[in-house]
């Protein structure tokens, strides 16, 4: 029921039946022969105020004095401006509109250059459209008219797309010019919708000059800008892909507190600085608390607004997480804010930055085995995409080393790995095997980690998975080698049935046969297809060369180093034991000796004097192989072709030795003549066990 009076001020809304009755008397004649500009003030009329009240005195007013509703509205419309003239059509009065807002728009600080370099960027975007020599003077051009006026630019809309392209075709000089003259507003620009992209454009040349006029405005309101919409992407894009290692440092630093803002803002500067949060514990341990509780509070900010892909934000975490110890308070708190990220957006960006998944594989190895079970279900729909990442993939392999349930981790991850369907198991089996950072996500079960599978330059990730492997000491259960097995057994299958379906995609490359080799050694399940399958993509004459028609000619697989080395290692079948000493064969035997030889029989002699000598002795050597005698009869009939070969250069020793010859002699000293190697190697071991 509503209220006997209402509040002054306040609406009421009329019932459906009711009618609001106009209060003629404060209503104001309106003249319709005259338009805004030409109306006057009137006058006041006494006689006509006593008129109006004794109308509304008696509840009405006179017909001839009145106005109709239409009139009205035309009325109060032409007093707001948006109607003209009677007898004027449509047209003319949108006509009239344009040239207000045109003469408004003229009236504007810097109109008539803005709108020329608004002409001069229509004609310059259209790169492919324009000579070089008149994108040239349309550049010059530009650069008159900006010059000195930059700042008045670029932060107008519309015409900060005309400096980006000044700066795209401009000198070095010029871009340095610009920077200069932008010096003490970048900080504002960060800010700006459009202008943000501008640092950018002038980053991007990766110029020393201009990185140290920008970045150091920074320094001092980090922790205001990346809570900022606009500045916060753009100021994590410098840190990530311009700044130097030293900038990078101070702008980490004022993550730690208001005290290291004032530090860089009072030009209070290390001459080492480091954003190395244990050190500056270490140097002032005092401080840990305020510096903790800042760098959690910023932490925190950024998650609960959703920012969660910045790098910065990664390597903080990566700090804060460094400087806690396991089932601390401090500890479980990180650990909590992590998993209560209700979207998931925080651990999935975090695995694809360096610090990031260094910090995703470190909680998976610290956490319960019901909280690795969350962080796994976190990742559901994106363990493709982490496994051809340079960082995202040691996620997965961590996952490996740690979850005890096997189970789990293998319905989990694998069949997003290699997919559903036969066709799209090899499809993505075969582009795994040749991606550098994918094909550690199949073959570290076999490998481990062995130098071939992590060279050198995975050096990283060789130091995160060792540490992971001493956590797991404490925090799983289950034995190393079990877990291993009970993963290869769930994966194998779709790796030998992706071998057996495309074995010449496969041993086309080195990755790809190296690929083969572990799975068919060291995998689980019948191999038997896979094996045939392998073998006959050695078949054929291996001197024919491959079609000239094809896109990708595809050299036969005795041509190939790694081919050879392939066959070489199935028909051994099994891995060398540096301990031991020797090979030790795999259970059950492959006998691969038996089924690649009916295949290449007819071409043996190819093969014993080619690149892929090294087969045919090890054919002789492999214990199980049941047609060895008669393979040395073959060779024996053809032992003046194996001398000849055994003595006379291959092909890639005289491209060696034409390439020593025609090196300029001060260049690099090679071997001496006398110490390169002449003959097929091959075939000299042949001719001693014939």
């Given at each position: 029921m509503a209220p006997s009076s209402a509040s002054v001020g306040s609406k009421r809304k009329a019932g459906q039946n009711s009618k609001a009755k106009p209060d003629y008397s404060k209503s104001k004649k309106v003249r319709l022969s005259e338009t805004k500009s030409s109306r006057k003030p009137a006058e006041e009329d006494p006689?006509?105020?006593?008129?109006?009240?004794?109308?509304?005195?008696?509840?009405?007013?006179?017909?001839?004095?009145?106005?109709s509703k239409k009139d009205s509205k035309n009325a109060n419309s032409a007093s707001n401006g948006k109607t003209f003239e009677r007898g004027q059509t449509s047209r003319e009065s949108h006509a009239k509109q344009k040239q207000l807002a045109l003469e408004r728009r003229a009236a504007k600080p810097l109109a008539d250059e803005v709108q020329r370099t608004k002409k001069l960027w229509e004609r310059l975007r259209r790169k492919s459209h324009v000579p070089k020599e008149e994108r040239q003077t349309l550049v010059d051009e530009l650069f008159t008219i900006i010059t000195g006026r930059i700042k008045e630019f670029v932060l107008k809309h519309d015409a900060v797309r005309a400096v980006q392209t000044a700066i795209k075709y401009s000198t070095p000089e010029q871009r340095k010019q610009i920077a200069r003259e932008l010096k003490g507003t970048y900080a504002q620009l960060a800010e700006s919708r459009y202008a943000k992209f501008l640092i950018g454009k002038l980053l991007v040349q990766n110029d020393d000059e201009i990185r140290d006029i920008i970045i150091p405005e920074f320094y001092g309101k980090v922790r205001k800008l990346i809570n900022h919409a606009e500045a916060s992407w753009i100021l994590d894009d410098i840190y990530r892909g311009a700044a130097t290692k030293e900038q990078k440092a101070y702008l980490l630093?004022?993550?730690?507190?208001?005290?290291?803002?004032?530090?860089?803002l009072t030009k209070d500067k290390d001459a080492n600085p480091t954003a190395d949060l244990k050190k500056i514990i270490e140097a002032e341990p005092s401080k840990r608390g305020p510096i903790m509780k800042s760098l959690a509070d910023m932490i925190n900010s950024l998650v609960q607004k959703k920012l969660t892909g910045f790098t910065m934000l990664h390597d903080?975490?990566?700090?804060y997480f460094s400087s806690t110890q396991p089932e601390t308070e401090?500890?479980?708190?990180?650990?909590?804010?992590?998993?209560?990220?209700?979207t998931g957006d925080l651990l999935k960006n975090?695995?694809?930055?360096r610090s990031g998944a260094k910090v995703s594989c470190l909680l998976l190895a610290y956490s319960s085995a019901k909280d690795r079970k969350q962080i796994l279900k976190i990742y559901k729909d994106t363990f493709l995409l982490m496994s051809g990442d340079p960082n995202a993939h040691l996620v997965i392999l961590t996952a490996y080393d740690v979850i005890d349930d096997t189970k789990l981790s293998s319905k989990a991850i694998f069949p997003e790995l290699l997919g559903e369907g036969d066709d799209n198991i090899t499809q993505n089996v075969v582009a795994a095997a040749n991606n550098p950072f994918a094909r550690t996500t199949i073959l570290y079960l076999f490998e481990g980690l062995s130098k071939s599978l992590f060279p050198a330059s995975h050096s990283f990730s060789v130091e995160i998975l060792e540490q992971v492997r001493e956590i797991r000491k404490k925090t799983s259960k289950k034995d190393?080698?079990?877990?291993?097995?009970?993963l290869i057994a769930a994966l194998s299958p779709g790796l030998i049935t992706a071998i057996a379906a495309a074995p010449s995609d496969l041993t086309a490359t080195a990755f790809g046969c190296q690929f083969v080799t572990d799975v068919l050694l060291s995998g689980a399940g019948d191999k038997s297809k896979a094996l045939e399958a392998i073998a006959q993509s050695a078949s054929g004459n291996p001197k024919e060369e491959p079609a000239e028609d094809l896109i990708t000619p595809q050299p036969h697989i005795s041509s190939t180093s790694f081919g050879g080395r392939m066959l070489k290692s199935l028909i051994q079948g099994g891995k060398y034991d540096k301990a031991a000493g020797k090979i030790i064969p795999v259970e059950p035997p492959l006998q691969f000796a038996d089924i690649l030889y009916p295949v290449i029989q007819e071409h043996i002699l190819d093969w014993a004097t080619g690149p892929s000598s090294f087969v045919v002795v090890g054919l002789l050597e492999a214990g199980d192989f049941s047609k060895a005698s008669a393979l040395k009869k073959i060779l024996k009939k053809n032992k003046s072709a194996l001398e000849k070969a055994a003595t006379e250069e291959t092909a890639e020793q005289k491209a060696a030795r034409e390439a020593e010859e025609a090196a300029p002699k001060g260049g690099k000293k090679g071997k001496k003549k006398g110490e390169r190697p002449v003959g097929n190697s091959g075939c000299k071991l042949l001719l001693e066990k014939l």
């Open positions: 006689e006509s105020d006593s008129a109006d009240v004794s109308d509304s005195e008696d509840g009405g007013a006179k017909l001839e004095n009145g106005v630093r004022e993550w730690y507190g208001p005290e290291f803002s004032l530090r860089e903080a975490m990566l700090e401090e500890f479980n708190e990180f650990l909590e804010m992590v998993k209560g990220d209700e975090m695995a694809f930055t190393e080698d079990v877990r291993r097995n009970e």
